[in-house]
C-alpha cells in the first residue's frame, strides 16, 4: 500500500495522479483519498516513475495503522518526521520519541527537527535522503492513523534549475515547469508526437525533451524560437540528453503551413490577453473572454488540421477572479462543434496573474 501527498493545488494534483497512472500503464488501485493524500494499493513499478509526476510532494510506503505499525519502522540512525492531517507539535514530538524508544534496542536514534514544520519539505529530504528517514503519519477524519515511510520525492531543485538557470527567463511570462509537467501528464499521451504552438521561450518544450518525447514547438515571433533553441541547448547540455525539440515560426492558426505530419498530443499555454492590473468585474471579465475566444476558435480549427484521430490537447484557457469575488469560467461549446470533447477541466490560480488557469483536457474525434 502506497499514499501520495499532494501538492498546494490537491484537485490539480489528484487529477494528474490518476492521469499518471494511466499514461505510465501503472496498474493502481485507489482505496481512500482526501483532499490532501490518496492511499491505494500498487506494484513498486510506481516508484520508478514518481519522478515524473508535478503536482505531488512525495510517496509514502504504508507500513501498519496505529501505535502498533511504529515496532514496524525500518531502523534509521537519523530520522525526521511528518505528519498529515494534524497539526499538533506535542503530537509531533509525542511520535518522534516513541519511535526513538522503538529504535533504542538497535542503536542510537536522532528525532532530527531540521525545520518549523510538521511535514518535512521534499527539499529537506532530498539533502537527508537516503540516511535521513522521513516517516510519514497520515491522520484520518475519524482519528485513526497510518504509519509509514517517504520512499520518493518529486524533485523541487530539478524544477527549480529548469526555471531560474536557463538562459532566457521571462518570469511572468512564462508557465512553471511544474506546471508543465502536470499538463504533460494531464495529456495522458505516454510517446508519441508532442507539439507547443505557443512555445514561447520553451518551458513545455523542455519537459517534453527532458522525457525524451518527439517534441515540436511553435511560435509567432521569431525572437521566442531564438531564445527556445537557446533554453533548449542549455537544456541537453546541462542534462546530458541526445535529443531536441523541432522548432518553426509559424502563427498558431496555421499550423498545417508548417507542419506535415500529425500530433498525437499538443499541449500549450497560449497568449492569454494583455496582463491584467486589477481583477476585472463580471461584464468585463465576459468581454474579455469573448474578445479573445475570437482568436481561439480558429486556432482550434488549426489543431483540428494536425491532430492525429483522438489526439488530446491540453489547453490553458483563461478564467477571471472578479473584483466582487468569485471567478468567471467561460462555457465554450463551439469546442464540441469543431469536434473537441472535454474529458476534464482544473483551475489554478497564481496571484502575481490575477488571472486564473482554466486548464482543459480535450480529445480531438477525429
Ligand atoms: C503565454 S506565452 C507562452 C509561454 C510558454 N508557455 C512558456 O512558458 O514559455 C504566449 C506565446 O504565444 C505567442 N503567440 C501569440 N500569438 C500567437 C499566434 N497567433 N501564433 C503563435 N504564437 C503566438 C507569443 O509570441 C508568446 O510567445
Redesign the pocket.
Given at each position: 500500500m502506497y499514499a501520495v501527498i499532494f501538492g498546494k493545488n490537491p484537485a490539480l494534483s489528484e487529477a494528474e495522479f490518476h492521469s499518471f497512472s494511466r499514461r505510465f500503464g501503472l496498474k493502481v488501485r485507489p482505496a481512500e483519498s482526501n483532499r490532501y493524500w490518496v492511499l491505494f494499493e500498487s506494484s513498486s513499478e510506481i516508484e520508478r516513475h514518481f519522478h515524473w509526476l508535478g503536482g505531488s510532494l512525495k510517496l509514502v510506503r504504508i507500513i501498519g495503522e496505529g501505535d502498533g505499525a511504529i515496532r514496524n519502522l525500518e531502523y534509521s540512525r537519523l530520522f525526521t518526521v511528518s505528519l498529515y492531517g494534524r497539526n499538533d507539535w506535542r503530537l509531533w514530538r509525542k511520535l518522534g520519541s516513541d519511535i526513538k524508544r522503538e529504535f533504542k534496542e538497535e542503536g542510537p536514534a536522532k528525532f532530527f527537527k531540521p525545520a518549523k514544520t510538521y511535514a518535512m519539505p521534499a527539499e529537506l529530504i532530498l539533502k537527508g535522503f537516503p540516511e535521513v528517514k522521513d516517516f510519514v503519519f497520515i491522520f484520518k477524519e475519524d482519528g485513526s492513523f497510518l504509519v509509514g515511510e517517504t520512499v520518493k520525492v518529486t524533485d523541487p531543485f530539478e524544477l527549480k534549475k529548469l526555471d531560474v538557470e536557463r538562459p532566457v527567463q521571462?518570469p511572468i511570462?512564462?508557465?512553471p515547469p511544474r506546471l508543465?509537467r502536470i499538463m504533460v501528464n494531464l495529456s495522458e499521451v505516454r510517446k508519441g508526437s508532442f507539439l507547443?504552438?505557443?512555445?514561447?521561450?520553451?518551458?513545455?518544450l523542455q519537459e517534453f525533451v527532458l522525457q525524451g518525447l518527439s517534441a515540436y514547438g511553435?511560435?509567432?515571433?521569431e525572437g521566442?524560437i531564438r531564445a527556445?533553441k537557446k533554453n533548449l541547448a542549455w537544456l541537453r547540455r546541462e542534462f546530458h540528453l541526445k535529443n531536441s525539440a523541432h522548432l518553426e515560426v509559424?502563427?498558431?492558426?496555421k499550423l498545417k503551413r508548417c507542419f506535415r505530419q500529425r500530433f498525437d498530443a499538443i499541449v500549450?499555454?497560449?497568449?492569454?490577453g494583455k496582463p491584467l492590473k486589477r481583477h476585472p468585474g463580471r461584464g468585463e471579465a465576459i468581454k474579455l473572454a469573448n474578445e479573445l475566444d475570437r482568436?481561439y476558435y480558429p486556432?482550434f480549427e488549426s489543431f483540428a488540421d494536425v491532430l492525429k484521430r483522438h489526439g488530446r490537447v491540453v489547453f490553458v484557457f483563461p478564467a477571471y477572479k472578479l473584483s466582487g469575488g468569485g471567478v468567471y469560467r467561460k462555457e465554450r461549446k463551439w469546442l464540441g462543434k469543431l469536434g473537441f470533447e472535454v474529458l476534464g477541466r482544473y483551475t489554478d490560480y497564481e496571484e502575481r496573474h490575477k488571472l486564473v488557469r482554466d486548464i482543459h483536457v480535450l480529445r480531438y474525434r477525429g
Amino acid at each position: 500500500m502506497y499514499a501520495v501527498i499532494f501538492g498546494k493545488n490537491p484537485a490539480l494534483s489528484e487529477a494528474e495522479f490518476h492521469s499518471f497512472s494511466r499514461r505510465f500503464g501503472l496498474k493502481v488501485r485507489p482505496a481512500e483519498s482526501n483532499r490532501y493524500w490518496v492511499l491505494f494499493e500498487s506494484s513498486s513499478e510506481i516508484e520508478r516513475h514518481f519522478h515524473w509526476l508535478g503536482g505531488s510532494l512525495k510517496l509514502v510506503r504504508i507500513i501498519g495503522e496505529g501505535d502498533g505499525a511504529i515496532r514496524n519502522l525500518e531502523y534509521s540512525r537519523l530520522f525526521t518526521v511528518s505528519l498529515y492531517g494534524r497539526n499538533d507539535w506535542r503530537l509531533w514530538r509525542k511520535l518522534g520519541s516513541d519511535i526513538k524508544r522503538e529504535f533504542k534496542e538497535e542503536g542510537p536514534a536522532k528525532f532530527f527537527k531540521p525545520a518549523k514544520t510538521y511535514a518535512m519539505p521534499a527539499e529537506l529530504i532530498l539533502k537527508g535522503f537516503p540516511e535521513v528517514k522521513d516517516f510519514v503519519f497520515i491522520f484520518k477524519e475519524d482519528g485513526s492513523f497510518l504509519v509509514g515511510e517517504t520512499v520518493k520525492v518529486t524533485d523541487p531543485f530539478e524544477l527549480k534549475k529548469l526555471d531560474v538557470e536557463r538562459p532566457v527567463q521571462k518570469p511572468i511570462l512564462s508557465i512553471p515547469p511544474r506546471l508543465a509537467r502536470i499538463m504533460v501528464n494531464l495529456s495522458e499521451v505516454r510517446k508519441g508526437s508532442f507539439l507547443d504552438p505557443f512555445c514561447g521561450i520553451g518551458t513545455v518544450l523542455q519537459e517534453f525533451v527532458l522525457q525524451g518525447l518527439s517534441a515540436y514547438g511553435s511560435d509567432r515571433d521569431e525572437g521566442q524560437i531564438r531564445a527556445a533553441k537557446k533554453n533548449l541547448a542549455w537544456l541537453r547540455r546541462e542534462f546530458h540528453l541526445k535529443n531536441s525539440a523541432h522548432l518553426e515560426v509559424c502563427d498558431a492558426r496555421k499550423l498545417k503551413r508548417c507542419f506535415r505530419q500529425r500530433f498525437d498530443a499538443i499541449v500549450t499555454e497560449p497568449y492569454l490577453g494583455k496582463p491584467l492590473k486589477r481583477h476585472p468585474g463580471r461584464g468585463e471579465a465576459i468581454k474579455l473572454a469573448n474578445e479573445l475566444d475570437r482568436f481561439y476558435y480558429p486556432v482550434f480549427e488549426s489543431f483540428a488540421d494536425v491532430l492525429k484521430r483522438h489526439g488530446r490537447v491540453v489547453f490553458v484557457f483563461p478564467a477571471y477572479k472578479l473584483s466582487g469575488g468569485g471567478v468567471y469560467r467561460k462555457e465554450r461549446k463551439w469546442l464540441g462543434k469543431l469536434g473537441f470533447e472535454v474529458l476534464g477541466r482544473y483551475t489554478d490560480y497564481e496571484e502575481r496573474h490575477k488571472l486564473v488557469r482554466d486548464i482543459h483536457v480535450l480529445r480531438y474525434r477525429g
